[in-house]
């Protein structure tokens, strides 16, 4: 009996329905697992039929459950690396350097005093970002001291993951980024997001628009290495074109989006990322 693709999921996002519909219009059996109604016997063999693609949204869920399955011995697909590693923007920030992929300048500061320090050191503006979030959510540009110690502070009130805090350089780019969504080896698809009016993020959720991006043979080989130094099997990568070092690797987003990639660019990255983990069977 052909096993099924279980499709872990926290969140039912239009991915996720994508997902379905693709499974169903391409004969694909699958079986949609709630990880918050799920439970495992952690001695016990993986209950799950087959590969697993993990698309829970929340992080702790993600790389737990992940963990879980893996030591249960499951294939799951993005492995737990990949969940720890381009879940948290330094421990992916650290990787890329290690390989080679260009990346914006960044600072990692560990208490309100050496952060304002550092900025004083580095000066105006700076982008500060929590190492572990998505959707653009606490990411900040500071343009100057009153501002950074503002933010921090309020930061140091919080969990102790915001007390880490990341300083990245404001690139000097067109008023957009790139998307491009990678699976297996084959760099699928790009697009650019476009800032919203007056807004210097480019997420498309804050009123961005988005328009295809051509594949060259230098994005490709940028976002395989990418994809290869978090040891990745289907991830998003955002990039940058900077006005001083090309192209730069920003973020690699394990449980990636990819509605306005498909949307745009007319590609069934739904059919490529099934048809990828059903490889795993």
Request: aromatic share 6%; net charge negative.
């Amino acid at each position: 009996m052909t096993s099924k693709i279980s499709i872990l999921y926290d969140t039912i996002r239009l991915e996720e329905k994508l997902l379905i519909e693709s499974a169903k219009k391409n004969d694909i059996a699958i079986d949609m697992v709630d990880c918050k109604k799920l439970f495992l016997d952690l001695n016990e063999k993986n209950c799950l039929d087959g590969p697993v693609l993990q698309r829970c949204v929340s992080y702790y869920r993600n790389l737990h459950s992940t963990a879980a399955l893996e030591g249960q011995g499951a294939k799951v697909v993005n492995c737990l690396n990949t969940g720890i590693f381009a879940g948290n923007k330094l421990f992916t920030h650290m990787l890329l350097q290690k390989a080679g992929v260009p990346t914006p300048d960044a600072t990692v500061a560990f208490s309100k005093d050496s952060a304002l320090e550092a900025l004083e050191k580095h000066g105006f503006p700076k982008i500060i970002k929590p190492t572990v979030g998505s959707w653009g959510r606490m990411v900040s540009k500071l343009n100057d001291m009153d501002a950074a110690e503002g933010i921090i502070e309020g930061r140091e009130a919080m969990y102790p993951i915001h007390h880490i805090h990341f300083l990245e350089e404001f690139v000097q780019r067109p008023p957009r980024d790139i998307r491009v969504i990678v699976i297996g080896d084959n760099v699928a698809a790009g697009i650019y997001r476009n800032s919203g009016d007056g807004n210097w993020k480019t997420n498309t959720h804050l009123g961005g628009s988005a328009e295809t991006c051509e594949i060259t043979k230098e994005l490709e080989d940028i976002c395989i290495k990418a994809k290869d130094a978090v040891f990745g099997d289907i991830v998003g990568i955002d990039l940058m074109e900077s006005n001083e070092k090309g192209l730069v690797v920003h973020e690699i987003n394990n449980t990636t989006e990819f509605r306005n990639v498909v949307r745009v660019t007319g590609v069934d990255i739904p059919k490529l990322m099934l048809e990828h983990v059903k490889g795993f069977a």
